[in-house]
C-alpha cells in the first residue's frame, strides 16, 4: 500500500509511535533490570571462591544477562527510529482487509468493523498482559529462591541427594528461561493491550 496523507494515516502513525513507546517504556525497563542483574551477577563473580558452584553460577548468569542486555538494546533503538519516524517503518506495510478498508475511506473516525477488532483485541489482550505480568513475577521468585537454595547448599556442604540436586537444577534453569520468554509476553500483551489502534490495522 502506498504511502498515504489523510486523516486515517495520520491516526495511524500517532498509534504506531505509541505502540513503539510502550516498548521503550517496557522494554527499557526490562533492559535496565538485565543490566542490573548482569552487574549483581558480575560482583558476586568476583567475590566468590574459585572453582566453585556460586562462582560458575554467576559468571552464567553474568554472560547471558549481559548478551540479552545487548540484545535488548539493539531492539530499544530500532524503537526509538520507529518513534521519530513512523512513516519509514510504515512503509510498504499489508494491512489486515478491515484496517485496509478504514484506510482508504480517509476518516479518522475508526471505522465499526475495525473498532469491533479492536474490543475483540482487548477483550482478550489486557487479561493476558496482566497475567503475564503476575506469572512473571512468581517465576522470577521461585527462579531466585531455587538458585539460591542450591548456592547455599554448595557453599555449606549441606548433604543432598544427587537426583534431587539435579532436579532443583533443572527447575532453576527451566525457570530462568520462563521468564525471559514471559519478559517477551509482557511486552508484547502491553504494546496490544496499550496501543490497539496499530496492531490491529495490521493484523485484525
Given at each position: ?24 517504556v ?23 571462591p ?41 512503509s ?48 522470577a ?30 527447575a ?20 496490544g ?8 490495522v495490521?493484523?485484525?
Amino acid at each position: 500500500m502506498q504511502l498515504l496523507t489523510s486523516p486515517a494515516y495520520d491516526l495511524l502513525l500517532a498509534a504506531d509511535r505509541n505502540f513503539h513507546l510502550v516498548f521503550l517504556v517496557v522494554g527499557g525497563l526490562f533492559m535496565l533490570l538485565l543490566f542490573l542483574v548482569c552487574v549483581f551477577s558480575w560482583v558476586r563473580f568476583k567475590r566468590a571462591p574459585r572453582r566453585t558452584f556460586e562462582r560458575r553460577t554467576f559468571f552464567s548468569f553474568g554472560v547471558v544477562s549481559l548478551t540479552l542486555s545487548l540484545l535488548m538494546a539493539v531492539v530499544y533503538w530500532a524503537n526509538v527510529t520507529s518513534v521519530v519516524n513512523p512513516r519509514q517503518t510504515l512503509s510498504g506495510t499489508t494491512f489486515s482487509p478491515a484496517g485496509e478498508a478504514w484506510l482508504q475511506s480517509g476518516s479518522a473516525q475508526i471505522s465499526p468493523l475495525l473498532q469491533q477488532a479492536i474490543d475483540d483485541r482487548l477483550a482478550w489482550q489486557r487479561p493476558k498482559a496482566i497475567i503475564c505480568s503476575v506469572l512473571l513475577v512468581a517465576i522470577a521468585t521461585l527462579t531466585v529462591f531455587l538458585w539460591r537454595t542450591l548456592i547455599r547448599q554448595s557453599t555449606t556442604g549441606t548433604p543432598v541427594r544427587k537426583l534431587s540436586r539435579w532436579l532443583m537444577l533443572c527447575a532453576g534453569v527451566l525457570s530462568a528461561g520462563s521468564c525471559l520468554l514471559l519478559m517477551v509476553m509482557v511486552i508484547g500483551n502491553a504494546e496490544g493491550a496499550f496501543a490497539p489502534l496499530f496492531l490491529t490495522v495490521l493484523y485484525g
